[in-house]
């Protein structure tokens, strides 16, 4: 006879939601674009000079939504400040209110710094309210001397070298937060963080590539092949490490096989087999290893490559999205007594909805949008 199915009267519903899937997905964007836009500043990376300024000003805008689904799935989003007005230096989430603004400021600051030439220039060329909103935007600075452009530049790359440990800890907080939750059997690792902080970095990578590649197109204009190709290995090489992660995770819980493997091993061969094995798994990381594996080839034609790098990227971006949902949401499916699984209906209205999301990941690309009417994004040998 098998086990009976047993749910405890407090563990029937999924608590953590969409949107606490959408929340590590878009700092794990962010965390990715800034580390592309510092292999340019700080590691002299030429070759990504076309998009170094679009990852730069991409990580902003996605940082600056990061917390928005925190706040929708609070019943009392006002509560959030109290963390910033009573910290405590013993919770993660506190802290972290102090990381997210710090990395914002920082980001804020090194945006302005890498446009100030172009909004000087436009301050000095515009009249009327275009002109009076660079002038603010300039903080009524109209000239830069060649010594303040170097100065520029080392502050530059003195705050990417400070912004690649602190995006670090940005994506891998949200691993340490699951990695802290004793009670459930899959979050509860100390691999959880690198996993976290490896798929961010992928996915930032994967959506620098996507936004080019879709520029360029919008722009009439040729990508860089040079350029994706080398973005192509860098994604490459951070996919086969976070999916190494992944797979590490749970051959080692496979290996103990303990009480919870068993539960685990149900949830994904049963519950988790369509987001789990067929989406994770074979589309986001069989497909585009071999894509990226094709794309980066010297010998490949330019076009080639470029739609090769595409198609890659946008699969990585939904293996990423999947692994997030499926830890976050799928950790949650078993019971705490491992005999029993819960359901989570997923629904299109609401605050916590299917629209509600959509909604969230389209306001920083929007955001993008209006940022690339303000500032030249494009290298001005490009523009």
Same mark, same amino acid.
Request: proline residues 5%; hydrophobic residues 55%.
């Given at each position: 006879?098998?086990?009976?199915?047993?749910?405890?009267?407090?563990?029937?519903?999924?608590?953590?939601?969409?949107?606490?899937?959408?929340?590590?997905?878009?700092?794990?964007?962010?965390?990715?674009?800034?580390?592309?836009?510092?292999?340019?500043?700080?590691?002299?990376?030429?070759?990504?000079?076309?998009?170094?300024?679009?990852?730069?000003?991409?990580?902003?805008?996605?940082?600056?939504?990061?917390?928005?689904?925190?706040?929708?799935?609070?019943?009392?989003?006002?509560?959030?400040?109290?963390?910033?007005?009573?910290?405590?230096?013993?919770?993660?989430?506190?802290?972290?209110?102090?990381?997210?603004?710090?990395?914002?400021?920082?980001?804020?600051?090194?945006?302005?710094?890498?446009?100030?030439?172009?909004?000087?220039?436009?301050?000095?060329?515009?009249?009327?309210?275009?002109?009076?909103?660079?002038?603010?935007?300039?903080?009524?600075?109209?000239?830069?001397?060649?010594?303040?452009?170097?100065?520029?530049?080392?502050? @530059?790359?003195?705050?990417?070298?400070?912004?690649?440990? !602190?995006?670090?800890? $940005? *994506? &891998?907080?949200? %691993?340490? =937060?699951f990695g802290a939750v004793k009670a459930n059997p899959w979050?509860?690792?100390?691999?959880?963080?690198?996993?976290?902080?490896?798929?961010?970095?992928?996915?930032?990578?994967?959506?620098?590539?996507?936004?080019?590649?879709?520029?360029?197109?919008r722009r009439r204009v040729r990508p860089d092949a040079e350029?994706?190709?080398?973005?192509?290995?860098?994604?490459?090489?951070?996919?086969?490490?976070a999916v190494s992660l992944e797979m590490l995770e749970l051959?080692?819980?496979?290996?103990?096989?303990?009480?919870?493997?068993?539960?685990?091993?149900?949830?994904?061969?049963?519950?988790?087999?369509?987001?789990?094995?067929?989406?994770?798994?074979?589309?986001?990381?069989?497909?585009?290893?071999?894509?990226?594996? @094709?794309?980066?080839?010297?010998?490949?034609?330019?076009? !080639?490559?470029?739609? $090769? *790098? &595409?198609?890659? %990227?946008? =699969?990585?971006?939904?293996?990423?999205?999947?692994?997030?949902?499926?830890?976050?949401?799928?950790?949650?499916?078993?019971?705490?007594?491992?005999?029993?699984?819960?359901?989570?209906?997923?629904?299109?209205?609401?605050?916590?909805?299917?629209?509600?999301?959509?909604?969230?990941?389209?306001?920083?690309?929007?955001?993008?949008?209006?940022?690339?009417?303000?500032?030249?994004?494009?290298?001005?040998?490009?523009?």
């Amino acid at each position: 006879m098998g086990e009976t199915p047993f749910v405890f009267p407090n563990d029937p519903n999924v608590t953590w939601s969409i949107m606490i899937v959408l929340y590590p997905y878009i700092t794990g964007l962010v965390s990715g674009a800034f580390v592309v836009a510092a292999l340019y500043h700080v590691f002299r990376q030429e070759v990504l000079e076309p998009v170094a300024r679009l990852a730069l000003v991409t990580a902003l805008c996605f940082c600056a939504f990061a917390t928005l689904p925190l706040l929708l799935h609070l019943h009392h989003p006002e509560r959030a400040f109290n963390i910033m007005f009573t910290p405590s230096a013993t919770s993660a989430m506190s802290v972290f209110g102090f990381i997210y603004n710090f990395y914002m400021l920082l980001l804020v600051v090194q945006v302005w710094l890498v446009f100030r030439p172009e909004i000087v220039e436009r301050a000095n060329s515009c009249s009327g309210a275009v002109g009076l909103f660079y002038r603010v935007l300039a903080l009524g600075i109209r000239e830069i001397s060649d010594g303040a452009r170097r100065i520029d530049a080392w502050v @530059i790359r003195l705050l990417a070298m400070i912004g690649i440990p !602190a995006s670090c800890v $940005l *994506s &891998g907080y949200v %691993g340490f =937060l699951f990695g802290a939750v004793k009670a459930n059997p899959w979050w509860s690792t100390a691999l959880m963080p690198v996993v976290f902080l490896a798929s961010s970095l992928a996915s930032g990578i994967a959506a620098i590539i996507v936004l080019y590649l879709f520029l360029c197109w919008r722009r009439r204009v040729r990508p860089d092949a040079e350029c994706v190709r080398a973005l192509s290995r860098y994604l490459w090489g951070s996919l086969i490490v976070a999916v190494s992660l992944e797979m590490l995770e749970l051959v080692h819980m496979a290996y103990e096989s303990g009480a919870q493997w068993h539960v685990i091993s149900t949830l994904l061969t049963e519950h988790l087999v369509v987001s789990y094995g067929i989406v994770q798994v074979l589309i986001g990381s069989v497909c585009p290893f071999f894509l990226l594996m @094709i794309s980066t080839r010297p010998q490949l034609p330019a076009r !080639a490559m470029t739609w $090769l *790098s &595409g198609l890659a %990227g946008v =699969l990585v971006l939904v293996q990423v999205l999947a692994m997030r949902w499926n830890i976050v949401v799928g950790g949650q499916l078993f019971s705490k007594s491992f005999r029993g699984f819960v359901e989570y209906p997923l629904h299109w209205g609401g605050r916590e909805g299917l629209i509600a999301a959509a909604v969230i990941l389209a306001l920083p690309l929007l955001a993008l949008w209006v940022a690339g009417k303000v500032l030249p994004l494009w290298p001005s040998k490009e523009a």
